[in-house]
């Protein structure tokens, strides 16, 4: 393979990657936008709705197969359900707290998430489940660059939901009204806004989207893992940052970045050029993380970020 | 004042904390009247408006809008009611248009003809917001933000306007034009209750005017009785 071929292909993998990334760094950036939360809960979410994809699958493949369209059947069911339960989390768990001083809340969201983590271990005994979907394995051939239809199935499905909270964050009267609650909330009240009714809609979008790309993770990669959204909901965290948490397009910019960073870095090997230094797979979270804290010294706010009021 | 009330307060005690800002106070504003409401920084002016809006919960005592008790109601169901408060300071939202921000102030108004007549209608009043009607709101000059606030509440198509000190921060000439929108939206059908710390210019618009202070109403009367009696323009009013 030529360096070129490495090329496309890592950057073909990091765009997969990177659409994972953005959909759960969607639902970080909207909820801290709206209520000023780091929601270390979230990547719990992505793990459960990955769960909630397999159970419905499970129930639906008999009758429509365990193909794409029934696994986007799955996802459908999985993100309505998960939005449910991250309305339920922010009205039990957070909704009282949100007056409580910013480190209350921060050890509520982790509560929120170890008890999510451990009830699924609880419940698989921390053994790994197999989605039990059946993808085909074609593809079509670029010259030496095989991008499989799974893959284009993939980034199609992130990339039409991605547009599709956009143009309701930006065009609809609702999403106006999202925006309005993130930047001032008395005042969206005066406005006949009920402030309460847009955090539930924040938080049910936020976590639908964390159930997409869980469902979408199980089937792509075939497996499922109580654990699999420790490290998942790090690297969104990071990628909302890099992009500007608080906002949209800056979550889908820094997943797309740390998708790509990751993948480019397991192949970056200088050996060849008499220098010695190499990444490899190993050391590729060190690796974006670095490149992370590279950005924010250079640009505090994230790449799309405003200063601290201007969020979302 | 034997007319038909819009607004009633009974009174009315908020307070911050144990700081009492207002201390029971009775209002009323007749449908179709202006109001003002005088004081000095600090006498619990803006208090009074964000109780009546919700904003700020009552301690005790009641508000009165056309006759049903709106005390305890979320503020955006009162601000559904028709009662409309364009907060000190403006409040203009950033990072949203212009459009966008008057687009939000009809959130409440389902019908979509009826948005785009009174957007046109807020356009014809405010030419300027028209032209800079694509950029963001937070970026206008004080008085644009000022018009915005207000064409943003007449997009909502308000019962009660609850002005709280438009003309601050203006230049002279802006207070002037200001006082003059005000003039022209009571003379279109809208109820104003409007806070000034100028009281000169207040009391010349106002149909009816109270003084308040530490939270108390120490005055009240006909806006041309209050401006015409020295005494009471040397000891409350000051310039
Ligand atoms: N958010 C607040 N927290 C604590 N005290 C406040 C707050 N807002 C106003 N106050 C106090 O309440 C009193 C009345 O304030 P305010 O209603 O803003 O007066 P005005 O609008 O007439 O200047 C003042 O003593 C002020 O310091
Ligand atoms: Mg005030």
Redo the contacts with the bound molecule.
Sequence with gaps: MTIFDIFTNQLLNGIVLGSFYALVALGYTMVFGVVKLLNFAHGELYMVGGFAGFLVLSFLAPFIGAGWFGVAVSMVFAMIAIGFLGVVIERVAYAPMLSAPRLSILITALAVSLVLQNGMLALTKGQYVPFGSALGFGGINLGKLFISYNQMILVSVAALLMLALEMFVSRTQYGRAMRAVAVDKDMSRLMGINVNAVIAVTFFLGSALAAAAGTMAGAFYGSLWYFMGFLIGLKAFTAAVIGGIGSIPGAMLGGLILGLLESFATQLDLRGMGIPFKVGSEWKDVFSFSVLILILVFKPTGLLGKSEQERM | MTSDIILKLEGIASA??K?D??KGIDLEVARGQIVTLL??????????L?TISGIVRAKTGRVLFEGQDITSMPAHIIARAGVVHVP?GRHVLRGLSVRENLELGAFTVKDATLRRDRLDQVFAQFPILKTRANSDGSLLSGGEQQMLAIGRALMHGPKIMLL??PSMGLAPKLVLETMKIVKRLNETGTTILL?EQNARLALKLAHFGYV?ES?EIRLKGEASQLRSDPSIVQAYLGT
Excluded: H, P, S
Aim: no cysteine; hydrophobic share 30%.
């Design positions: 911050y904390g700081i800002a207002v004081g000095a920084n600090g006498a619990g002016k803006t208090t009074t964000k000190e709280d000190e806070v308040l939270g």
